[in-house]
């Protein structure tokens, strides 16, 4: 199922700025003929346009918003990759008075918005040939950090919710592919005091795109990622890679 993103037709939430804008910058580098930017504010890619021309078109999307997903959807009929990169994040601990409403609003994002766009997008990534489908996850999805706990429990709840989505979509022939990055130079970065430490956001698009090609499922793009992605290897390997139904049966 790897393929070169070369004249193909991408889709990216939150393409705007941060980690989606460098993603969207490498899709097209990378000879994407064709890159929806899915953002909130429709207004925010207008120097994307300006930018790269009618390579790059905005379309509203808002992943709380499931009017907004199917809508999308509709306009984007032909896309052929799909990336999920939007997601929210509070810095709270399990014992902060407002966590379990930090915690509500991250999952409606960070898990159901995934599921959303996953319902809406992957009917057309099968009749467009398979494709890929993206999942921004964190190397928060299998550590815990406790001043960030209920963002790291979003992020463990999207990384099994994209295991899945591997296993459903594979029989579509659509390649889906978990990235988890570490701390990265971004203004989502630099809100959680992360504004000392990390790598560009071009570290991530590049390794999203190397993976597609490679046929990957797992992304650790940055150092600290690399790390926690070299300890995590092997259960990756034997166990969430692994078809282990017969064993299940």
């Known amino acids: 199922m790897a393929f070169d993103v070369k004249d193909r037709i991408v889709l990216v939430t939150g393409a705007n700025r941060g980690i989606g804008k460098a993603i969207l910058e490498e899709a097209l580098s990378r000879g994407a003929s064709k890159v929806y930017a899915a ?3 429709v207004s925010s890619a207008e120097p994307l346009v300006a930018e790269h021309g009618d390579r790059v078109v905005p379309v509203h999307l808002d992943l709380a918003d499931p009017a907004s997903i199917t809508a999308a959807a509709e306009t984007a009929g032909d896309v052929e990759v799909v990336v999920n990169n939007a997601g929210v994040l ?3 601990s399990a014992l902060d008075a407002d966590a379990i ?6 999952v409606d994002v960070n898990v159901y918005g995934l599921m959303r766009v996953a319902q809406a997008f992957a009917p057309l990534l099968k009749a467009n040939g398979g494709g890929a489908l993206v999942q921004l996850n964190s190397v928060a999805s299998v550590k815990t950090f406790a001043d960030f706990t209920t963002y790291c429990a979003s992020k463990a709840a999207s990384y099994a919710v994209t295991q899945g989505l591997r296993q459903t979509l594979k029989g579509q022939g659509t390649h889906v592919v978990s990235v988890h ?3 990265i130079k971004t203004d989502m970065g630099v809100a959680a005091g992360f504004e000392s430490i990390g790598d560009s956001p071009d570290v991530v698009a590049t390794g999203i795109f190397d993976a597609i090609a490679e046929d990957r499922f797992h992304v650790w793009p940055d150092l600290v990622a690399r790390q926690v992605g070299g300890a995590y290897q092997s259960f990756s390997v034997n166990v969430v890679e692994a078809d ?6």
């Open 90 to 92: 509070t810095v709270k």
């Open 181 to 183: 990055p570490g701390p």
């Open 101 to 106: 409403e930090a915690l509500q609003s991250e």
């Open 39 to 41: 953002v909130r504010d």
């Open 244 to 249: 282990m139904q017969e064993d299940l049966a």
